[in-house]
């Protein structure tokens, strides 16, 4: 610079601020006092976009101990069923009800209309009225019950390695092993009684000789195929409106499972329990997998299939000026 008129103008330096927002904050957040969605839509947030820490998980979903990649659905036998079993669900999740109705339509053709699996399960409007306790109607709506919580399971991205059943819920494993189809399965169902009481170690079979010993044959290149080599299920969901096999499956693990390990053992829904809690608090035990919970959140109508953006991160953050503190 030189001359006689040269000037300089100095402005104040100001250094940048650092925004309390994050691009496309939502500045709306007025909510009523019995707004669900809001809730939802926070838990969301959190579980789908934040990082997950093991050591700040709730209480109910215990810290892993190993990888829990192998599920095992358990399809109990007859026992567990209550007069009002399915009905929370069938009030609450859509899917749940369009198998009942679907597994109704063709038990209704198959035994002449003497009586309805929807009248059964869901219109009783008391323990009075109920048939749940005949063996005629016990066995189908326990089967309906199963295939409609693995239909649900399944639309959760929950899929099992294994499938195993004990006595009348053979017929939902085939069914939903994809050995019989859905009409075959309900006609077994209602053709179908109890014969025998096996023990754990022992299960009878009848019928013909030559067909007999073609069964036990196959059965004996499964096990030197595969079970002797595929790795054992950790996880063990028993598909049924109550859990009566927990303690049968712990002692069969225990006893042909060397790792020191236990299995986690899981049920769907609890005798007079509310049924859609019990079903989530066992999912949260057993998985955090972002996939489960997108597609879980994705059933309550809370999450399109596709990503946008502006449905994360639209809360306020913190205020970090990101300042170096040093201390010497």
Same mark, same amino acid.
């Given at each position: 610079?030189?001359?006689?008129?040269?000037?300089?103008?100095?402005?104040?330096?100001?250094p940048?601020?650092?925004?309390?927002?994050?691009?496309?904050?939502?500045?709306?957040?007025?909510?009523?006092d019995?707004?669900?969605?809001?809730?939802?839509?926070?838990?969301?947030?959190?579980?789908?976009?934040?990082?997950?820490?093991?050591?700040?998980?709730?209480?109910?979903?215990?810290?892993?101990?190993?990888?829990?990649?192998?599920?095992?659905f358990?399809?109990?036998?007859?026992?567990?069923?209550?007069?009002?079993?399915?009905?929370?669900?069938?009030?609450?999740?859509?899917?749940?009800?369009?198998?009942?109705?679907?597994?109704?339509?063709?038990?209704?053709?198959?035994?002449?209309?003497?009586?309805?699996?929807?009248?059964?399960l869901?219109?009783?409007?008391?323990?009075?009225?109920?048939?749940?306790?005949?063996?005629?109607?016990?066995?189908?709506?326990?089967?309906?019950?199963?295939?409609?919580?693995?239909?649900?399971?399944?639309?959760?991205?929950?899929?099992?390695?294994?499938?195993?059943?004990?006595?009348?819920?053979?017929?939902?494993?085939?069914?939903?092993?994809?050995?019989?189809?859905?009409?075959?399965?309900?006609?077994?169902?209602?053709?179908?009684?109890?014969?025998?009481?096996n023990?754990?170690?022992?299960?009878?079979?009848?019928?013909?000789?030559?067909?007999l010993?073609?069964?036990?044959k196959?059965?004996?290149? +499964? $096990?030197?195929?595969? &079970? #002797?080599?595929? =790795?054992?299920?950790?996880?063990? *969901?028993e598909? @049924?409106?109550?859990?009566?096999?927990?303690?049968?499956?712990?002692?069969?693990?225990?006893?042909?499972?060397?790792?020191?390990?236990?299995p +986690? $053992?899981?049920?769907? &829904? #609890?005798?007079? =329990?509310?049924?859609?809690i019990? *079903?989530?608090? @066992?999912?949260?035990?057993?998985?955090?997998?972002?996939?489960?919970?997108?597609?879980?959140?994705?059933?309550?109508?809370?999450?399109?299939?596709?990503?946008?953006?502006?449905?994360?991160?639209?809360?306020?953050?913190?205020?970090?000026?990101?300042?170096?503190?040093?201390?010497?």
């Amino acid at each position: 610079m030189g001359g006689t008129t040269t000037h300089v103008i100095i402005e104040e330096y100001q250094p940048n601020k650092t925004s309390i927002t994050n691009g496309h904050i939502n500045g709306y957040h007025i909510r009523n006092d019995d707004d669900q969605a809001f809730l939802q839509r926070i838990s969301q947030q959190l579980l789908l976009k934040r990082t997950i820490s093991y050591q700040h998980l709730a209480s109910l979903a215990q810290r892993p101990q190993i990888t829990l990649t192998k599920i095992c659905f358990v399809f109990s036998g007859h026992g567990p069923p209550w007069w009002t079993m399915g009905r929370q669900l069938y009030e609450s999740e859509s899917l749940f009800t369009k198998w009942i109705h679907l597994i109704d339509g063709e038990m209704t053709k198959n035994n002449n209309g003497e009586w309805r699996l929807l009248e059964e399960l869901i219109e009783k409007k008391n323990e009075q009225e109920s048939r749940i306790n005949d063996i005629n109607i016990a066995q189908p709506t326990l089967f309906g019950i199963q295939v409609a919580l693995t239909a649900l399971l399944v639309s959760w991205n929950i899929y099992p390695s294994s499938i195993i059943s004990h006595s009348t819920g053979d017929q939902a494993a085939a069914f939903v092993a994809g050995r019989l189809t859905l009409g075959e399965t309900v006609r077994i169902e209602h053709l179908a009684c109890i014969a025998v009481v096996n023990s754990p170690r022992r299960v009878t079979i009848s019928g013909d000789e030559k067909q007999l010993m073609k069964y036990n044959k196959f059965l004996q290149y +499964l $096990i030197q195929m595969y &079970l #002797k080599h595929d =790795e054992a299920a950790n996880v063990f *969901l028993e598909i @049924s409106p109550h859990s009566v096999l927990a303690t049968s499956i712990r002692e069969c693990y225990e006893l042909t499972n060397q790792q020191q390990q236990s299995p +986690l $053992i899981l049920l769907t &829904l #609890k005798r007079k =329990e509310d049924e859609q809690i019990t *079903l989530i608090t @066992s999912l949260a035990q057993f998985t955090t997998s972002s996939q489960v919970w997108q597609q879980y959140f994705h059933t309550r109508q809370i999450l399109p299939m596709k990503n946008h953006a502006e449905y994360f991160d639209n809360f306020p953050l913190y205020k970090f000026h990101l300042s170096l503190c040093w201390y010497e």
